[in-house]
């Protein structure tokens, strides 16, 4: 099975403050929930801000090495900082995106949405990117991350460009990862 996941923010310290979804001890449990659902024969797509650097004094990264799936990350803007210590997590990297096709449906993987409604609109150049891409590749579905949950209520804004998305980041999500399956239903 494929499972997508967003924003795991791995010792990212300010990011409780930042996000009010997030709390001590949100690594474990994206861990756990992980750690239940994989299995050796799943891919899990990480779409993006894994981890705020590469020292791991709580054991979280090893636990994640530990996954018994296949994990390929496309990378977010978090993700630039820490890219030397990438390789050692993840099977695969890929730079800015991914086009899967799945029972006649194609999904483009990105961290960026197509547009983000958030006041703080940095990495418009990357988001209108996104936007080409969709078109250009007749995709059906965007599944990305980058967005936040907030108590503004601001999502992302893809829809205004008539794009079906999927935002994965784990405030949204449960802290789980979200199946392929769930991706086509719901988007």
Same mark, same amino acid.
């Given at each position: 099975?494929?499972?997508?996941?967003?924003?795991?923010?791995?010792?990212?310290?300010?990011?409780?403050?930042?996000?009010?979804?997030?709390?001590?001890?949100?690594?474990?449990?994206?861990?756990?929930?992980?750690?239940?659902?994989?299995?050796?024969?799943?891919?899990?797509?990480?779409?993006?801000?894994?981890?705020?650097?590469?020292?791991?004094?709580?054991?979280?990264?090893?636990?994640?090495?530990?996954?018994?799936?296949?994990?390929?990350?496309?990378?977010?803007?978090?993700?630039?900082?820490?890219?030397?210590?990438?390789?050692?997590?993840? *099977?695969?990297?890929?730079?800015?995106?991914? @086009?899967?096709? &799945? /029972?006649?449906? $194609?999904? %483009?993987?990105?961290? !960026?949405?197509?547009? *983000?409604?958030?006041?703080?609109?940095?990495? @418009?150049?990357? &988001? /209108?990117?996104? $936007?080409? %891409?969709?078109?250009? !590749?007749?995709?059906?579905?965007?599944?990305?991350?980058?967005?936040?949950?907030?108590?503004?209520?601001?999502?992302?804004?893809?829809?205004?460009?008539?794009?079906?998305?999927?935002?994965?980041?784990?405030?949204?999500?449960?802290?789980?990862?979200?199946?392929?399956?769930?991706?086509?239903?719901?988007?």
């Amino acid at each position: 099975m494929i499972f997508f996941i967003s924003d795991t923010h791995f010792y990212h310290r300010n990011i409780v403050n930042l996000s009010a979804f997030r709390f001590e001890g949100f690594e474990n449990r994206i861990l756990e929930n992980l750690e239940k659902i994989l299995t050796e024969r799943d891919i899990l797509y990480h779409l993006g801000d894994f981890t705020w650097h590469g020292k791991d004094k709580k054991g979280f990264l090893k636990r994640w090495q530990a996954l018994p799936c296949r994990k390929v990350l496309v990378k977010g803007n978090h993700d630039e900082v820490t890219s030397s210590v990438l390789p050692i997590y993840f *099977d695969e990297i890929i730079p800015f995106f991914k @086009i899967l096709d &799945i /029972r006649g449906k $194609r999904l %483009l993987l990105s961290h !960026y949405p197509a547009l *983000d409604l958030r006041k703080k609109r940095r990495y @418009i150049d990357r &988001i /209108r990117r996104v $936007r080409w %891409l969709f078109d250009f !590749y007749r995709c059906d579905y965007l599944v990305h991350g980058h967005v936040h949950r907030n108590l503004a209520g601001i999502h992302c804004g893809c829809f205004l460009y008539g794009i079906k998305c999927f935002n994965v980041n784990l405030e949204f999500t449960g802290y789980r990862p979200v199946s392929v399956e769930e991706v086509i239903k719901l988007a």
